[in-house]
Structure formats: C-alpha cells, structure tokens
C-alpha cells in the first residue's frame, strides 16, 4: 500500500567525487505531487479524480455553506456510491475511485464521527450512506486488525433500521441489497472480517449456540451467502458458514439446485477431512447427506452415509427412494463396501443378491474372458527363473540329482499359486489332482487345502462341491485346511444356505486345536464387516474357556474382523476381559498380540470413541498393554489426516529401545495408516518416516518399510518402490524381508514390471535365505494376484470411502510382519489368507438394467482434484479412450466417452447401470 504522503521519503541518491550534491527540496505542498499525476493521467482519469473530489468537498461541506443543504450533499454522496459500484478492477490494478478516494478517507471518518445521534432523517440518511461508502474504502484503506469495514457497514445497518422504524422515505435510500451490490471483493473481504468478529464475540463470552449476541452478523450473513451461491462462490458461503457455526442453515436456501448442488456437497465432504473436531466433522457430512437428499440424490446421500458409519441410515433411503435402477446402483456400492444389510420385501430377491455380491464370481469371469486371461498359471511363469542372470534356483543340478524339493519351496508356490489364480475356478496344482497337496507337510497341507478356496472365490455353489471331499480327510491338517476353504470361498459373499458357519461351528465347537485355529480364522474371512450375532457366540466362547492362547487370539482375532468398525460392547468387553485375566505367560506368547489387533479393529475409524476402551486397556499390567493402546489409537484414527495423533506417534518412536518395542512398530505403521488416503498428510508422513530411519533404533527402522506400503496399496508410485527396494538390501534381514513384503503390497494386482524385474533380482541375491525367498514369492504372488485384474486397495469411490473389511485385513498382514520368524515363516502362515477380504476386481464394467454388458465408449486417466473450482472443469488429465469392460488404476478416473448412454451412478467404478440418454441425437453421417 502505498504512502498518504512523502514527507518522510527517504533520499537515496548517490553523488561522484566531482558532483556537488544537489539540494533536495521537501515535498511540503501536494502540488508536485498533482502536477505529477497530471502529466501521467489521462484526460477521462483527471475529469473523474476532479469530479470525485468536487463531490467529497460538497460532502464535507466544512465551510458551513448555508446553500449547501443534506440534500445536495446526498446527491454528491449518490455520485461517489455509482463510481465506486460501476468501477472495475484488473488483478493487478486497485479500482480509479478507491484510487482517488483515498487522500480524503480521514476526513470522511472524521465527518461521519462528527454526526451524532438524534439528528433528522435526511442526516440519518445521509450518515448511513456514508457509512456505505466508508465501509468499501475501509477494504483496502482501513486497519485491518480494527476491522474497520465491517464497523462502518454496522453503523450503517442500524441507521438504516432506524429509518424503516421511522417510516422515512427517500429516493436516497439504496433499493439493492446494500452488499453484494457492492461487488465480489467486497462481500467477500466483509466475510473474512464477519469470522473475526464472530470469534472475538465468543471469546467475550457470547453463546455460539444462541442466535442474540451474533444478530448483526447473521442479518448480513443470510444476505452474502445467497450471494455467493448464486455467483459461482459456493465454496466460499461454506467457508463463511463454517466461520460462524450456522452450517445447516444452507439446507433452508433457496439458491441450491441442481446446477449447483453438486460444488457445495463436493466441497463439504473434501473439507470434512480438515476438521479436527469430530463434531465438526459430523456437521459437514450430515449437511452433505441432507443436501444430496433433498435433491433426490439417493446414490450419493448413501456413500456419505457410509462415510459416516450411519448404517441406520440405510433403510431410510431405500424406502424413500422411487427409481429401481438406483436402488441396484446402491446395493451394488453397499456390496463392495461389504455391508451387512438385508431387504425385508418379498419383491427384494434380486436387490438382496446384488448387495450378497451372488454374481460377482460370475462378472469377474466374464471380464477375465473378455481380457483373455483365463489361462491357469504355475508358479514358474511367475518365477522366470529360466530369465535369471545366474540361474538362481534352476542351478541346483550341480550336485548331480534332480531338483529337490523343500518344503518350504512348496508351501511358497502354494500361496503364489493360489494368489495368482484368485477367484478363476481352475490352476494346474490343486483342482487336477491331490498329488500337490502331499508334495506339503503339516501346517504347509493346511495352507496348501485352503488355496483351494481362493482359486474358486466368490463361487461359493461350485467351490464347496470341490472342497467338501477334503473335511473328510483322514489327515487332520488337510480337514483343517478345507474347513478355512470353506471360509475363505464364502468371503464378501452372501448365500442364503450360509455354509461357512453350518460347516464351521462343529469344529469351533470342537477339542481339536488345529481344527479350531482354522476354522476361527475361516469364520473371521467368511463374515468380515458383517456383524453376525450368531457367529459371536460361537467365539466369545472360546476366547472366555479356551486355555491355548493361540486359539484364544486367533478367535479374537476373527470377531475383530466380523465387527470390524462397528464399536461392539459384547465383543469388546469379552476382549478386554481375558486380557485383564490372562496371566504373563499366556501374554508372552508369540500371538497374544492378535487379541489386541481384535480390539482394535472394532473400533477402525471411529475416532472419540475408542476413549473408554483405551483408558481400559492402559490398565493391563503387561508391556503389551502400550502396544494395544497404541494399536486402537492407530485403528480409531485410521485415515483421519489427524496430525495431533501423528505427533503422539513420533513422540512414541522418540525413546530408543532395542527390546520390547512392539509398541513402538506399532505406532510407526499407525503414522502411515492415519494419514492415509489424505494426500498432503501422506508427503509429510514419507519425510518423517526418512529420519525415523536416519535416527532411530531398529525396531522402528523395521516397520518403516510396512508404514510406506500401507500409504501405497496397490500404487506402485516410482519414489516408493526405490525407497523400498534400498531396504530389500539392509543388513538387517527383518528389514529387508519386511521390504520385501512391502514391494508385494504396493504393486498388489498391478503386474508391475520393475517390481517384478526386482523381485526377481531379489530371488537371485537371497537364494540362499529361506526367510527371504519365501517372502519374495509371497510378494511375486501378490504382484501378479489375480493375473493383474484386483486390487488390494481399501480406498475407493473416487477415494472417498474406506472399506474397514479390506483396510482391517491389511493391517492384520502388517501387524503380522511385525514379527515375522513366529508367524508367516513359521506355522501361523496361513494368516495371509485374510487378505481376501481385501481382494476385489479392479474393473470397470457398464450393464444394462437387467445386469446385462453392454460395452460403453469411456475415458480413463488420471485424477484431478475439482474441488472449489469454478464452472466445469475436466476430472481427469491424460487419458485414453476405451470401451467397457476396462481395468482401472487407484489414481485413475473413468467418465462416459458418449452421450448415448447416462450413469445411474456418479462414480464410475465396479459394475455401473447405463441407461439410454432420452436427449440424445444422433449426429447426421455418423
């Protein structure tokens, strides 16, 4: 801002050795300064300043003129008010009259402090316009901290109501509303000083929840949010409602339609991420959900729904929504988000399907034919081993004899095989023959039954046909594995038989450890996210009378993930309970932990409400006590961006240990899992967790590589998979193999070929380590997971909801790397199988209504965040055009190439309705 005058500009002139100095004469007059102007300004600029300045010193009148009356005086004031509305404004330039203006505004404050109360209504008039001209100077002129605008509109406010009390009539009188008239800049730089205002009162003591104290403000604020809407500022009337607390007050404006509804609920619910308090929070998503409702936007009405964990909620939109095809769009987002609910009406047989996923199975396979990878694979065309530079594992003819098998080297193919052939229905180990099954031992059976259930997931009719000749196996591992099949087959699927808990329960029920270990964690997959009373009593059973503590955590463990996110008393209490009562031995064991992942997972992503549990955890006397505090403190705040829980976090990794510091992992991978899904959170996490592994000890160290992959599922981003693949190189070998695992989770599904080309390295360099090369063909198996058609990804709906069943089950393989030497590389490997819940295809497929494909021109690129942006602009930059059925990346965006067709839903993703667009012409010569 520029100078009032320069009587105190400083000279900054130099002189030579030969040059006198010239003396400098001060500016003590304006004239210079006028003369100038003059010279600069054009002929229109000087006639505008000189009539402006006319009209202030008519105004001002301070020679007292007797001819000079307050009605001559209002018309020179009604001049000044039209040059300032009709002035214009470039971005770089302040507007001529606020320009010309700016010499006289003490003077003008002076006037209007001089008119005092009591006066006549032509004065009154006259003060409350200067008040409005005062106000609009103040923007650029006045102290900003004194808010000075909004104290002359104010004034003027009041003078006005004044005069309508008075009755008083005069053609000077403004008929607009008196602030958006006024024009953008201003209405919003009031706003701004509206919010300062609102705080300033509360912090004196006003009552935010009572309307009296803030009267002024909200009159003004019920003008400048209408205005805003209705000028393509929605983002900005949100913000200033947010300002002061009146945010449901939108849901009474008649200025939202379906233009711009969308904006306003765009915006609401990317902002919601930002809030920090949690009321706050649930303000802006139920505004968000009432707003989508009243313009009849069931679909998206329920994904904020889910996004709020308001179940109840379902019902009601259902009844309340008229258009069947919505209604399927909505049963097929509940499916993938592996909602538990069920339609009550007779008629409701083909909705009650849609939302069991009873046809997944079948579209999955028709996408796979459609790509034509129906192909089984082998372990080895994944391995390539005939591509290695030094022959790795083909070189084992130097000792003369055939390849031996190890045991290990087959239970390994048996997890490849079985993550590669996902959800297909044939391979060529398992379905041909039982002879690969015997090719295992023991646990290594079990595993090797149970891939059976993955290789014909979501077919649950043909899958039990094939697993039910092994639950009557003589072997106990091969039953054991049959029954996690059974499991593992029904996993995100409804039927109406509900074989996983007929087949189950008897061995839940049952003395056989094994059996009932497996058939926990098969009823853990099986009924993931669906909150089953029946299947509860099942378990709390054996956690309250089991005396193995194997079977007591991996029971935990499974109602963890059955009501994963649900904040079940029954079930935390139970938890909680044996962890009081457990004695130290019973805690000392390698799995105890899981009972604590259990805990935690009841409450993932439900913030404030894990408070009661968590004081009653803290309470176990045990070291494991800080690692289950620290564990449903990561769950509750899974996603939530919030950066005081991140700061909690690294204040925990602060104090170096070298033993017990379970915790101390834990809170490493709570760092990644809080600020997942949250873009600018995820930056900072990546740079902090850089020092943690600068300058912490290593059991930090050790879950850093876990904390990247969780940020990165299925997102094999350049920067993450060069981070990661350093640390497949560090000495320490828990480190490199938890990299290792890290590779496998970040490029889960996407048939990465720099990952693969650096897995394969990797089998090469630990061909020796049966640790490590058992975790590189996990992650070989991961990478190439449903021959590249799934995705591991727990966000989705265009990153705007969570699934808990598929976040709950990644943390339950993170947490399992912890300690990787008694758990995956020992017998309790068959816990990778949880990762099921996760599994989902990563396709893009267009139906007609009656669930028919009909193959759609659409777009497919990269996500752009539209958020508060003006107008239309593009959603996605760099894409290609395909036709439908397409696979889709998790940064990538897909919209219609055509106009032929309408989306019932907002978001493409998944299976998605297209109906016929009514308004569609066919252009002549096409």
Same mark, same amino acid.
């Given at each position: 801002?520029?100078?009032?005058?320069?009587?105190?500009?400083?000279?900054?002139?130099?002189?030579?050795?030969?040059?006198?100095?010239?003396?400098?004469?001060?500016?003590?007059?304006?004239?210079?300064?006028?003369?100038?102007?003059?010279?600069?300004?054009?002929?229109?600029?000087?006639?505008?300043?000189?009539?402006?300045?006319?009209?202030?010193?008519?105004?001002?009148?301070?020679?007292?003129?007797?001819?000079?009356?307050?009605?001559?005086?209002?018309?020179?004031?009604?001049?000044?008010?039209?040059?300032?509305?009709?002035?214009?404004?470039?971005?770089?330039?302040?507007?001529?009259?606020?320009?010309?203006?700016?010499?006289?505004?003490?003077?003008?404050?002076?006037?209007?402090?001089?008119?005092?109360?009591?006066?006549?209504?032509?004065?009154?008039?006259?003060?409350?316009?200067?008040?409005?001209?005062?106000?609009?100077?103040?923007?650029?002129?006045?102290?900003?901290?004194?808010?000075?605008?909004?104290?002359?509109?104010?004034?003027? !406010?009041?003078?006005?109501?004044?005069?309508?009390?008075?009755?008083?009539?005069?053609?000077?009188?403004?008929?607009?509303?008196?602030?958006? *008239?006024?024009?953008?800049?201003?209405?919003?730089?009031?706003?701004?000083?509206?919010?300062?205002?609102?705080?300033?009162?509360?912090?004196?003591?006003?009552?935010?929840?009572?309307?009296?104290?803030?009267?002024?403000?909200?009159?003004?604020?019920?003008?400048?949010?209408?205005?805003?809407?209705?000028?393509?500022?929605?983002?900005?009337?949100?913000?200033?409602?947010?300002?002061?607390?009146?945010?449901?007050?939108?849901?009474?404006?008649?200025?939202?339609?379906?233009?711009?509804?969308?904006?306003?609920?765009?915006?609401?619910?990317?902002?919601?991420?930002?809030?920090?308090?949690?009321?706050?929070?649930?303000?802006?998503?139920?505004?968000?959900?009432?707003?989508?409702?009243?313009?009849?936007?069931? =679909?998206?009405?329920?994904?904020?729904?889910?996004?709020?964990?308001?179940?109840?909620?379902?019902?009601?939109?259902?009844?309340?929504?008229?258009?069947?095809?919505?209604?399927?769009? !909505?049963?097929?987002?509940? *499916?993938?988000?592996?909602?538990?609910?069920?339609?009550?009406?007779?008629?409701?047989?083909?909705?009650?399907?849609?939302?069991?996923?009873?046809?997944?199975?079948?579209?999955?396979?028709?996408?796979?034919?459609?790509?034509?990878?129906?192909?089984?694979?082998?372990?080895?065309?994944?391995?390539?081993?005939?591509?290695?530079?030094?022959?790795?594992?083909?070189?084992?003819?130097?000792?003369?004899?055939?390849?031996?098998?190890?045991?290990?080297?087959?239970?390994?193919?048996?997890?490849?095989?079985?993550?590669?052939?996902?959800?297909?229905?044939?391979?060529?180990?398992?379905?041909?023959?039982?002879?690969?099954?015997?090719?295992?031992?023991?646990?290594?059976?079990?595993?090797?039954?149970?891939?059976?259930? !993955?290789?014909?997931?979501?077919?649950?009719?043909?899958?039990?046909?094939?697993?039910?000749?092994?639950?009557?196996?003589?072997?106990?591992?091969?039953?054991?594995?049959?029954?996690?099949?059974?499991?593992?087959?029904?996993?995100?699927?409804?039927?109406?038989?509900?074989?996983?808990?007929?087949?189950?329960?008897?061995?839940?029920?049952?003395?056989?450890?094994? !059996?009932?270990?497996?058939?926990?964690?098969?009823?853990?997959?099986?009924?993931?996210?669906?909150?089953?009373?029946?299947?509860?009593?099942?378990?709390?059973?054996?956690?309250?009378?089991?005396?193995?503590?194997?079977?007591?955590?991996?029971?935990?463990?499974?109602?963890?993930?059955?009501?994963?996110?649900?904040?079940?008393?029954?079930?935390?209490?139970?938890?909680?309970?044996?962890?009081?009562?457990?004695?130290?031995?019973?805690?000392?064991?390698?799995?105890?932990?899981?009972?604590?992942?259990?805990?935690?997972?009841?409450?993932?992503?439900?913030?404030?409400?894990?408070?009661?549990?968590?004081?009653?955890?803290?309470?176990?006397?045990?070291?494991?006590?800080? =690692?289950?505090?620290?564990?449903?403190?990561?769950?509750? =705040?899974?996603?939530?961006?919030?950066?005081?829980?991140?700061?909690?976090?690294?204040?925990?990794?602060?104090?170096?240990?070298?033993?017990?510091?379970?915790?101390?992992?834990?809170?490493?991978?709570?760092?990644?899992?809080?600020?997942?899904?949250?873009?600018?959170?995820?930056?900072?996490?990546?740079?902090?967790?850089?020092?943690?592994?600068?300058?912490?000890?290593?059991?930090?160290?050790?879950?850093?590589?876990?904390?990247?992959?969780?940020?990165?599922?299925?997102?094999?981003?350049?920067?993450?998979?060069?981070?990661?693949?350093?640390?497949?190189?560090?000495?320490?070998?828990?480190?490199?193999?938890?990299?290792?695992?890290?590779?496998?989770?970040?490029?889960?599904?996407?048939?990465?070929?720099?990952?693969?080309?650096?897995?394969?390295?990797?089998?090469?360099?630990?061909?020796?380590?049966?640790?490590?090369?058992?975790?590189?063909?996990? *992650?070989?198996?991961?990478?190439?997971?449903?021959?590249?058609?799934?995705?591991?990804?727990?966000?989705?709906?265009?990153?705007?909801?969570?699934?808990?069943?598929?976040?709950?089950?990644?943390?339950?393989?993170?947490?399992?790397?912890?300690?990787?030497?008694?758990?995956?590389?020992?017998?309790?490997? =068959?816990?990778?199988?949880?990762?099921?819940?996760?599994?989902?295809?990563?396709?893009?497929?267009?139906?007609?209504?009656?669930?028919?494909?009909?193959?759609?021109?659409?777009?497919?690129?990269?996500?752009?965040?539209?958020?508060?942006?003006?107008?239309?602009?593009?959603?996605?930059?760099?894409?290609?055009?395909?036709?439908?059925?397409?696979?889709?990346?998790?940064?990538?965006?897909?919209?219609?190439?055509?106009?032929?067709?309408?989306?019932?839903?907002?978001?493409?993703?998944?299976?998605?309705?297209?109906?016929?667009?009514?308004?569609?012409?066919?252009?002549?010569?096409?």
């Amino acid at each position: 801002m520029a100078p009032n005058d320069e009587s105190n500009a400083i000279d900054i002139t130099t002189t030579t050795k030969d040059e006198k100095p010239k003396p400098t004469k001060k500016k003590n007059s304006k004239t210079d300064d006028d003369k100038a102007d003059h010279q600069t300004m054009s002929e229109e600029d000087q006639e505008l300043k000189e009539r402006l300045e006319t009209c202030v010193s008519t105004v001002l009148n301070t020679q007292n003129e007797a001819a000079v009356t307050t009605v001559i005086r209002l018309n020179a004031l009604d001049v000044i008010v039209t040059e300032l509305k009709s002035a214009t404004s470039s971005m770089t330039s302040v507007p001529k009259p606020l320009k010309f203006l700016r010499p006289h505004f003490e003077s003008l404050k002076g006037l209007h402090a001089g008119i005092g109360d009591g006066v006549e209504d032509d004065v009154l008039v006259l003060r409350a316009r200067l008040a409005d001209v005062l106000s609009v100077l103040a923007m650029t002129m006045g102290k900003h901290e004194e808010r000075e605008s909004l104290k002359f509109k104010l004034s003027g !406010m009041k003078d006005y109501q004044t005069l309508t009390n008075h009755k008083h009539t005069s053609t000077h009188l403004p008929t607009d509303d008196n602030l958006g *008239a006024w024009g953008h800049e201003f209405a919003r730089s009031l706003a701004g000083e509206i919010g300062q205002e609102y705080n300033a009162r509360v912090l004196e003591g006003a009552d935010p929840d009572s309307d009296a104290p803030f009267e002024d403000l909200l009159s003004m604020v019920n003008v400048i949010v209408p205005f805003h809407i209705t000028h393509n500022a929605e983002a900005e009337a949100v913000d200033l409602l947010i300002e002061v607390q009146r945010l449901k007050s939108l849901l009474d404006l008649g200025e939202i339609d379906v233009k711009n509804f969308g904006r306003i609920c765009l915006y609401l619910v990317k902002t919601a991420d930002f809030m920090s308090d949690p009321d706050d929070l649930a303000e802006m998503l139920e505004t968000a959900y009432a707003l989508f409702l009243k313009q009849d936007q069931h =679909y998206d009405a329920l994904r904020v729904a889910l996004r709020m964990h308001n179940y109840e909620a379902i019902p009601t939109l259902f009844t309340s929504c008229n258009d069947p095809l919505v209604k399927k769009q !909505m049963c097929l987002l509940l *499916a993938r988000h592996r909602v538990n609910h069920e339609h009550d009406d007779d008629d409701d047989d083909e909705l009650n399907e849609l939302t069991g996923n009873t046809n997944l199975s079948e579209q999955f396979l028709k996408l796979a034919q459609d790509l034509d990878v129906l192909d089984a694979k082998t372990p080895e065309d994944i391995y390539k081993s005939h591509l290695a530079e030094t022959g790795g594992f083909s070189r084992r003819r130097d000792t003369g004899g055939v390849p031996v098998d190890s045991a290990r080297a087959n239970l390994a193919s048996t997890f490849v095989n079985a993550f590669v052939n996902a959800g297909f229905g044939t391979d060529k180990l398992m379905t041909p023959n039982n002879e690969w099954l015997y090719k295992n031992k023991d646990h290594g059976m079990l595993s090797a039954a149970a891939s059976l259930g !993955m290789i014909l997931l979501w077919n649950v009719e043909e899958g039990l046909t094939q697993i039910d000749k092994f639950l009557y196996s003589s072997e106990d591992y091969v039953k054991a594995g049959a029954a996690l099949a059974v499991g593992i087959l029904s996993s995100g699927v409804r039927n109406d038989a509900d074989p996983a808990l007929a087949l189950l329960a008897e061995h839940v029920e049952g003395d056989n450890s094994i !059996m009932k270990c497996a058939a926990c964690t098969g009823l853990g997959i099986a009924y993931a996210g669906m909150a089953r009373e029946e299947v509860t009593d099942l378990l709390t059973v054996v956690i309250e009378e089991s005396s193995d503590m194997l079977e007591v955590s991996l029971a935990g463990l499974a109602l963890g993930m059955i009501f994963v996110g649900q904040c079940d008393d029954t079930v935390g209490g139970c938890i909680v309970q044996k962890l009081m009562e457990a004695s130290e031995e019973d805690l000392n064991h390698s799995h105890a932990r899981f009972l604590c992942l259990g805990l935690g997972l009841l409450f993932l992503n439900r913030m404030e409400k894990v408070d009661a549990m968590l004081e009653a955890v803290r309470t176990v006397e045990h070291k494991i006590s800080k =690692y289950a505090a620290i564990v449903l403190e990561t769950f509750a =705040y899974a996603g939530s961006g919030n950066v005081l829980k991140v700061q909690e976090m690294l204040h925990q990794c602060a104090e170096h240990l070298t033993e017990d510091a379970e915790h101390q992992a834990a809170a490493v991978i709570g760092i990644g899992l809080i600020t997942l899904g949250e873009d600018v959170g995820s930056e900072m996490a990546l740079r902090a967790f850089d020092h943690l592994l600068h300058y912490c000890e290593p059991p930090i160290k050790r879950a850093v590589p876990l904390a990247l992959s969780i940020l990165h599922v299925s997102n094999p981003e350049f920067t993450v998979i060069d981070q990661l693949s350093r640390l497949t190189h560090d000495p320490d070998p828990e480190i490199s193999q938890n990299a290792i695992m890290g590779l496998g989770i970040t490029g889960a599904g996407t048939n990465n070929s720099r990952v693969a080309g650096l897995l394969r390295q990797l089998s090469e360099f630990y061909s020796k380590e049966a640790g490590h090369i058992f975790c590189v063909r996990i *992650a070989q198996g991961l990478l190439h997971m449903g021959k590249g058609l799934m995705t591991l990804n727990p966000v989705h709906s265009d990153r705007m909801l969570l699934s808990p069943p598929a976040l709950g089950s990644i943390l339950v393989l993170l947490h399992t790397c912890i300690n990787l030497k008694t758990s995956l590389l020992d017998k309790t490997h =068959y816990l990778l199988y949880y990762l099921t819940c996760a599994m989902n295809p990563r396709m893009l497929v267009t139906v007609n209504e009656d669930m028919s494909w009909r193959p759609v021109t659409v777009r497919v690129g990269q996500a752009v965040e539209t958020v508060g942006q003006a107008g239309k602009p593009k959603t996605i930059t760099g894409f290609q055009t395909h036709t439908t059925p397409v696979l889709l990346g998790t940064k990538e965006r897909a919209e219609l190439g055509t106009e032929e067709v309408l989306s019932v839903s907002s978001v493409l993703e998944g299976i998605v309705i297209v109906k016929d667009n009514p308004d569609y012409e066919e252009v002549e010569g096409k």
